[in-house]
């Protein structure tokens, strides 16, 4: 019953910014870990940036300093806030979720976003 729904990709000039948000539905009482990874085309699905539930962040070396990630725990929403953007940013970004305890159990494995395009254009 678990879903994230996320938004905010879309196209945007280098140097520009954008903010995906991911927000969790269902009967959910508390999550874990979220996060957000990219596949760009001909690579490999990568961390980009992941956040705790105490507020504990790390990020891939390629975005430091450029991404923050966040979360409101109340709203069950993670964000990203993407400044300064490359071309080489330019992937499917996907929300990632894990450690949920809703009404009906725990579930210790991952939950997945339907991915969210990000175009950098130079």
């Known amino acids: 019953q678990v879903q994230l729904v996320e938004s905010g990709g879309g196209l945007v000039q280098a140097g520009g910014s954008l903010r995906l948000s991911c927000a969790a539905s269902?009967?959910?009482?508390?999550?874990?870990?979220m996060g957000w990874y990219r596949q760009a085309p001909g690579k490999q699905r990568e961390l980009v940036a992941r956040i705790t539930s105490g507020g504990t962040t790390n990020y891939a070396d390629s975005v430091k300093g450029r991404f923050t990630i966040s979360r409101d725990n109340p709203k069950k929403t993670v964000f990203l806030q993407m400044n300064s953007l490359k071309s080489e940013d330019t992937a499917v970004y996907y929300c990632?979720?894990?450690?949920?305890?809703?009404?009906?159990?725990?579930?210790?494995?991952?939950?997945w976003g339907q991915g969210t395009q990000v175009t950098v254009s130079s």
């Open positions: 269902g009967s959910i009482f508390t999550i874990n870990n």
């Open positions: 990632n979720a894990d450690g949920i305890s809703t009404i009906a159990g725990f579930y210790g494995s991952a939950f």
